[in-house]
């Protein structure tokens, strides 16, 4: 069964570093997503991406934040800045084509801590 | 935003019991996803529906997509241990793919032996 894979799976970092997460989405797939998850709290969207651009970003995707598929397998999300409320579990997502367009399927995530 | 009001918060239950949950919202959604999440791993895709009034199953699951498009419930029949997590709602707008998933907050399932 494929699957999405994340890494690293824990990264610590302190307050003001830059950090990136890698994603290696499923590899028909061609759109991708980070989330976050903040300790106890639901699942929120990041970013979006398709055919080498953003295509929908939310509010908290804001310029400390980029996305980039430096190549045919590779997806990743680069904190520049990273801040105490940064801390929480990042996830990346991927969906395919046809009907399986909507369905999105997650990574086992990243957990970042920020010191 | 979107928001997502999901129900209950969390069930405590016996081995065997009927689960039902549900999620509601005061926008229409395209398409409703329900996910399970275990601690410390990635939600897991359970069931995705596609059309207002569609009901699907998937062992034994069930969830339906609600006439309005603006909410869904789901149900496990005969409960097992490895039922216990957190269960999530997700609604996904008009712009397919390329939309972001609406998460609501998560039913937390227990199963008392």
Known sequence: EPEVTQTPSHQVTQMGQEVILRCVPISNHLYFYWYRQILGQKVEFLVSFYNNEISEKSEIFDDQFSVERPDGSNFTLKIRSTKLEDSAMYFCASSGMDRSYYEQYFGPGTRLTVT | ?113
């Open chain 2, 1 to 113: 935003g979107q928001q997502l009001n999901q129900s209950p918060q969390s069930m405590f239950i016996q081995e065997g019991e009927d689960v039902s949950m549900n999620c509601t919202s005061s926008s229409i959604f395209n398409t409703w996803l329900w996910y399970k999440q275990d601690p410390g791993e990635g939600p897991v895709l359970l069931i995705a529906l596609y059309k207002a009034g569609e009901l699907t199953s998937n062992g034994r699951l069930t969830a339906q997509f609600g006439i309005t498009r603006k909410d869904s419930f789901l149900n496990i029949s005969a409960s097992i241990p490895s039922d216990v997590g957190i269960y999530f709602c997700a609604g996904q707008g008009s712009g397919g793919g390329a939309d972001g998933l609406t998460f609501g907050k998560g039913t937390h399932l227990i199963i008392q032996p």
